[in-house]
């Protein structure tokens, strides 16, 4: 049985503010977008954490594209913005992120966020590509059984022969799972993931969604 955070290879993916892994699609079509590394460059120790696309375009000079597609925020601990439970002011791709402390309740300020921004390969590194999404099972019956042999079969052709990494969040606010508390029988890129009821003090596990990290191509 595995720890969550014991999992060194999946912590690897979400930890840490900014040595991250960049991202392509593996089954890309003939335009290719993919992320770029993470940002943080404030902090809410003012009056907001402000992560703005204007400002991290002119502070890092050819890291973002001009006319990004999308925009992903999290916290530096990896909690998607659906999960921090934040009241958020700007969360585009054509302004980026802004969380104000004036607009969180209790006078609690706004968590520390990062931002990525989706664009295309020119200004992504190499490195791993992630498939899609996968979630074929869900924890009614004894758990959420997530596993590669499973998802291979089910989707023929969409995974590599051999995975380098795995990650896997939850479907509701894509919560990392190294992030929730519970407790994991198989947490691996070449066997899956598995959620057991009976290993968790709730005796529910939550309902998870997986993805695998495979050699890029060209």
Sequence with gaps: MIKLLSVAIVAALFLGSHQQTVELPCNYPTHIQCWTVW???????????????????????????????????????????????????????TSGFVCRNVDQTQKKMCSDYRVRFS???????????????????????????????????????????????IEAVTTDTMTPAISTGQTFQTFSPTQGFVCRNKDQKSGDCRDYKVRFGCPCRN
Excluded: M
């Excluded at 791993?128 to 074929?136: G, K, L, N, Y």
């Design 39 to 93: 940002f943080d460059r404030d902090d809410p120790s003012g009056s907001e954490d402000r992560e703005t696309f204007s400002d991290l375009y002119k502070e890092n000079p050819g890291k973002i594209c001009r006319k990004p597609q999308g925009i992903e925020a999290t916290t530096l601990s990896g909690l998607s913005v659906a999960a921090a439970g934040e009241v958020i002011f700007k969360n585009d791709a």
């Design 119 to 165: 664009c295309h390969p020119p200004f992504c590194g190499g490195g791993v590509c992630w498939t899609d999404w996968f979630d074929r099972d869900n924890p009614t019956g004894t758990g959420d059984w997530e596993l590669l042999k499973d998802l291979r079969k089910e989707n023929p052709g969409k995974i590599c022969e051999n995975p380098l990494s």
